[in-house]
């Protein structure tokens, strides 16, 4: 379980942090981390660095913008498609309206609710997560462990992986981006499926749809184009047609 909350008022912040490890302690939870933070910038930075799949408490007014929280989710939504959002609010009112953000939330709390009432909520948020988490563990996962990094991810999910920076990769799947420190000359012979068509890019052999000759590059499913080196051009279209 990887946690954020998104909140600009220390006290607030802290009481959530409290009650979310209290829950967890009571229920057995384990998580990687609980984030808490008044920044969004944060929470989009080291959201590329998460190994598991996060949910998020984010308060909807922050610094006097009273729509903060459903911006945030929208910027959240662009790198991660599969998390669970959760409203912390004291405006409600603005429920109705949040599927205008379409940011999929699973709930709104209410701060002014009793404690009792809050706790329940936040509980049932919390096992809710652990329960769809458990229920999607894939059998297929493939693992980067480094003396930088660990990632573990479906590998069916991924698309392809790219050079960000030196010494850092970007590992692109359908819903997210993972950023970690690693070649890839390290990480192709990590699995098979992994083709290197270009000195900068591994791809993902299942999500090949098509080799395009003229442009020499690869398009994927999801409809994006990988380029194909020169060089690899004649090995890379062999294997896309011994593949199909």
Sequence with gaps: MSIFIFEDDVIQAQHMKRLVE???????????????????ECIIEKLSHTTYVPIYFLDIEIKGEERKGLQVAQSIRKYDTQGIIVFVTTHSEFAPISYQYMVSALTFIDKGLPYEERYRMFEQCLLHYEARNQSEVPADDFIVENMNATVRIPFPSIEYITTDEP???????????????????????????????HQSYLVNKMQILAYDTLEKALILKSG?????????????????????
């Design 22 to 40: 209290e829950i967890c302690e009571r229920h057995q939870l384990v998580y990687d981390f609980i984030e808490v933070t008044s920044k969004s």
């Design 167 to 197: 010494h850092r990769l970007a590992l692109v799947s359908k819903d997210r981006i993972i950023h970690f420190y690693g070649t890839l000359k390290e990480i192709e012979t990590l699995d098979e499926r992994l083709l290197r068509c």
């Design 224 to 244: 994006k184009q990988i380029p194909v080196s020169r060089r690899l051009a004649n090995k890379v279209r062999r294997i896309v047609k011994d593949e199909r």
